[in-house]
């Protein structure tokens, strides 16, 4: 006599182990390898600094700790030279008419990033300074976003193996076997684990691929608000994960399953860039943060920011956990409702009635 | 024994099943006979619980069958599937998991049921990888692997070659033979007269006879013999209580006119005549049988 429990256990060690097996997950996550590594690296070697050609001691001095490849030259139209000959970016030569006494020589665009490094900012006092800066808060919502966004698609794969299944009618075995909800229950346990196995992987290997590209500070921006962000993340992950589990109930065919799909890719791209728009909007952000689909991504950043109270994301957790109760009751039963129709799709409201 | 009693089930307006009754004895195989869409699937379905009845139910050594005593039903649907990308040995295992079998135990019997269905050298390839008739019987291995109380198969001859239904056939009447309820559903009514005990006729979601093959046999024949002699027959013409059906020469085929029991009469007048070389009751075949009760 198989319990619940094993049956679950057995469905989830299918999924995870066909999962696997298919070559299409290892590319998946070597191409997100590949361009987490290309990102992180290579903006360090194809960085090469600027050459700038000088004439005169004022032009050195000022250019002194840019950072940039000085050449110094004797005249001016040696230095103009150069610049024709696109051996320098541009050249600084003497001015005495201009302010800071140098004039800058460019072949057909103004370089900026030398007016730049000539330029004398002054300094600068914020009355209200917040705690994280705007730049480390946009890259906190980014990593973030890209998490969830990475979550929410592994969740596509509960639905593709809920459509085989249909598909090739072992479904009928299925069902006479163990209880229907086991069924879904295994799924969504199994590839809940292959995602956080593949988030394991990309949180392993970014400390590496950052490190290498010297962006060690950007580690310890992120890694504060982490904490909260996981179990967000995975409460998040349930909700999705039922509701795709249903897109794959409702149709008989592959083929079919992007009809159903648009809806679920809606639930998990409209988080995505939500979140994203309304950065800035810190009314947005704190409803946002409660709204159960968005709150995996915004209410983590809140905290980052030291936006919100520490009662806040526990609120905004209750919210989320009492939806995926809701919401995987509704899908459990629109999933049994459907799951044995074959044909075309299945209405919602056929699957609603069609539980027994 | 299994029971189904007073099963009834509608799609929309349609009702596909009504008040269907019949066992399924231990030890016996039990022919489900029907045509296309008489009701035969539903039926299975609704055994399996896959479909919820309407009406009426299923019982099983007494008790109503729940998702626990399912759990030792083995199954085969009509609609064969199994997962095309699994190995064939991992799959059975598994599906024996599924219905609560220990990893050793599923292991085991695995090995033992690919031997008899002999697909042993298959084991370790993707189910996609074979021919639809070894799929097929991977199937047979997939309803089997958990030693089942009862085995419900719909159709599980279609689409196998003559030898191949011995194979799966010989796996089938062993099951039997230890005791376990057969039901298998089949529209090939010569396959059912070679291997089933008893007989179950549905058409158009009703159920139209139901029992021991023989005795059905015996109970929808005609009163009809065949005697052969070594001269002319011809004599029998005017033998009293009897009706010619064919006459040929030395062999004549009659029924007896209703109530009278000539046949003892018969025999011995044409052993007072000539030789006989055989005299026997004229058994009807099943696909007499189906017509007459459907």
Redesign the interface.
Known sequence: MTSFATATRLIAEREVKSFLRMKGTWIGLGVILVVLFATAILPKVLDTPDKVATVGPDAARLLAGSGMEVRAVGTVEAAEKLVRDDEVRAAVIPDGRSASGVRVVALDDTPTDVVAALATAPPVDLLDRSEVDKDQQQLVIQVFAVLFLIFAMGGAAIAQSTVTEKQTRIVEILVSTVPIRALLAGKIIGHALLTLGQVAVIAVAAPIALSIGGHGELLSVVAPALGWFVPFMCLGFVLLASVWAVAGSLVSRQEDLGSSMGLVMMLVLGPYFAVAFFADNATAMTVLSYVPFSSAVAMPVRLFAGEAAIWEPLVALGVLAATVMLIVLLASRLYSGSLMQTGGKVKLAKAWAHAD | MLKVASVSRSFGDKQVLDAVSFDVRPGRMTGFLGANGSGKTTTM?II?????AHGGAVTWRGEPVT??T??R?G?M?E????????KVAEQVV??G????LTLAQARANTERLLAQLELSDRAEDKLEALSLGNQQRVQVA?ALVHDPDVLILDEPFSGLDPLAVDIVLAVLRERAAAGVPVLFSSHQLAVVERLCDDLVIISEGVIKASGARDELRARHGSARFELVVDSDAGWLRDHPGVRIVDLDGPRAVFDLVDGTRADRDVLRAALGRSGVRSFAPVVPTLDEIFKEVI
């Not at chain 2, 399996?48 to 919820?52: K, Q, R, S, T």
């Not at chain 2, 609609?79 to 699994?86: A, H, N, Q, S």
């Not at chain 2, 998991?97 to 609560?100: I, S």
């Open positions: 379905r399996l619980g896959v479909l919820a998702q626990s399912r759990q039903f199954y649907p609609e064969r599937g199994l997962y095309p990308k699994m598994w599906l998991q599924l219905h609560g997939a």
